[in-house]
């Protein structure tokens, strides 16, 4: 019971989106806001770049000793009086959480954003357990209301628009009334809509039996985790309830304090624009005898699923991840058809390249074809994260395998046995450029062309201008 996939429809998913007059208006905050705040943050850090050499210089350590520093943690974790508990599947880790829960007699869970929660689709399996989660995280707790899974890794309800989680909030919260008076159509103003989540969510703190955050970072050398968020919703669902369960995985583990601090001055800058998010939480086990709140138990729940699979391999690089969402944030297909459209956990770039592990290269086959190979998500990452690189391993896996339609596989048979034979290959192209301008005619465009409907579908095709190939004006001299 993982999350739902709906990625084997990514075309009709994507069409969807395209013809989605609200989602072209929310996404309008990625193409441009997001991404530029980046750049400007960046800007402002003169060693940014160094950083980033740091950074995966420090994650690639720990990748090729990961064993060692999973065993360094989970020993200080132990002996500050936490709990850990190794899962190498989902169902493994959702049992689990139901069994910690359970041991509580929680009814209600209050819940701080989590990818790997997500990954495991915990919050539907609790509630057919009859317990309640709820998501404390402003983005999560829209698209929970929206009975929607995220569609970024950062900004979970990028997707609506103020207007939609106003509707949202008219249709959830009917009882709302700030001072006791009811408010009349609800306000779209974005402090508004805060507010009100906040008082309603308020309640939802002191209710719950236990809080289960994720991790951002894992700290070997002392055994405590770490939360960065910019609501502080994260420190209410981990002091609040008697039982703190941690949901994360395995490549979170960092050797040492000082060097989550190269990786944190990165993460923020790559995600939000901002120096460093507003809450940087570290937990060091549960609430001693001295400690004025916290919880009574800590439970550290590490999901394996595949990862282990990853090192030493291809795909071990993407182990670097630091869920920043900067490859969404400056990729162009993902700021076209949004999040959902990848369908499933992780979107983008990152799910183009990780998801095809995570749920089998044949569900996830269409995901590396979303790309224009630009390369700007490998340029963002602050982890140098090589994601073309990654996508283009998976188009070769599902053409090796046979996944990929057959016309799409005889036609890059095709090409590969022409361009072997270079002096046909000018010969077929001469040709090709010629028929395409005659046909074009004096429009130098054609409105469709066969096996290309993909690009005529929604733009004309340009014919070939006079002049030769690329190549050819290459060879004669004519370089500009």
């Known amino acids: 019971m993982s999350a739902h996939i709906t990625s084997p429809a990514f075309k009709d998913n994507a069409k969807a989106a395209l013809a989605d007059p609200n989602l072209r208006k929310a996404m ?161 103003e974005p402090q508004t809509l805060v507010s009100e989540a906040r008082a309603v969510l308020r309640e939802r703190y002191f209710q719950a039996d236990v809080g289960i955050t994720g991790a951002n970072f894992l700290v070997a050398e002392n055994g405590a985790t770490m939360i960065v968020t910019n609501e502080g919703n994260g420190d209410l669902t981990q002091s609040l309830p008697k039982m703190h369960i941690v949901v994360t995985s395995i490549e979170k583990v960092i050797p040492t304090l000082e060097d989550v601090s190269t990786i944190l001055r990165v993460l923020a800058r790559s995600a939000t624009g901002q120096e460093m998010s507003v809450y940087t939480t570290v937990s060091c086990g549960p609430k001693r005898p001295d400690d004025a709140d916290g919880p009574e138990e800590m439970h550290i729940v590490l999901l394996d699923n595949g990862r282990s699979e990853m090192l030493g391999g291809e795909l071990q690089e993407l182990m670097r991840c630091i869920r920043c969402g900067a490859c969404m944030n400056n990729c162009p297909v993902y700021q076209s058809v949004g999040g959902h459209a990848y369908g499933w956990v992780y979107p983008g770039p990152i799910g183009a390249a990780l998801d095809p592990h995570l749920i089998g290269l044949e569900a996830a086959q269409h995901l590396p074809n979303a790309s224009t190979f630009c390369g700007k998500c490998q340029e963002v990452c602050p982890m140098r994260i090589p994601l073309p690189k990654i996508m283009r391993h998976w188009r070769e896996q599902a053409h090796d395998k046979r996944i990929t339609p057959p016309m799409q596989r005889w036609g890059i048979e095709a090409w590969a046995w022409l361009a072997q034979r270079p002096a046909l290959y000018r010969l077929a192209t001469r040709i090709g450029m010629t028929a395409l301008r005659a046909v074009a005619g004096s429009k130098g465009r054609l409105r469709s062309l066969p096996l290309a409907d993909g690009w005529t579908a929604q733009r004309d095709f340009p014919a070939p201008q006079p002049g030769g190939s690329f190549m050819a004006q290459w060879k004669s001299g004519r370089r500009r």
Request: net charge negative.
């Open 28 to 188: 309008a905050i990625i193409a441009g806001p997001m991404a530029g705040r980046r750049v400007e943050s960046a800007s402002e850090l003169p060693e940014f770049e160094a950083l980033r050499d740091e950074a995966v210089k420090i994650k690639n350590h720990t990748l090729a000793h990961m064993d060692i520093y999973l065993e360094r943690f989970e020993a200080a974790a132990t002996a500050r009086g936490a709990h850990v508990h190794w899962c190498r599947t989902p169902r493994e880790a959702r049992e689990t959480v139901l069994a910690l829960c359970r041991s509580r007699n929680a009814r209600t869970v209050t819940k701080g954003k989590s990818m790997v929660t997500e990954e495991i689709g915990l919050n539907a399996f609790l509630e057919q357990h009859s317990i309640q989660p709820v998501e404390t995280d402003l983005g999560e707790y829209i698209i929970q209301l929206a009975h929607e899974p995220p569609s970024h890794i950062i900004g979970p309800a990028l997707h609506k628009t103020r207007e939609q989680v106003a509707e949202l909030f008219e249709e959830h919260h009917p009882d709302y009334a700030p001072n006791g008076i009811k408010p009349g159509p609800r306000s779209t």
